[in-house]
């Protein structure tokens, strides 16, 4: 049994539909810059950043964006288990 549903989506992904931007965002809203450089230490989060450029490094650095994508994982089951 695989864990797509019949009409192609991804039931068992909770990441499913949600960009990267949109991730970035929810990191930065819930954590602000200072700490998101903290638990993910690249430049483009404690050097001037902004959405734009981190966006722009994380498309190009695969081990950095799945740093993202887990530490926001993580935030997204806090989050489901709270509800």
Known sequence: MTAQTPAG????????GITLETMLNDLVAYYGWKELARRIPIQCFYNEPSIKSSLK????????????????LALRSQDDGRA
Do not use: I, M, S, Y
């Open 57 to 72: 490094f994380l498309r190009r650095t695969p081990w950095a964006r799945a740093q993202v994508e887990a530490l926001d």
């Open 9 to 16: 989506g991804q039931k068992n992904n909770p990441q499913h």
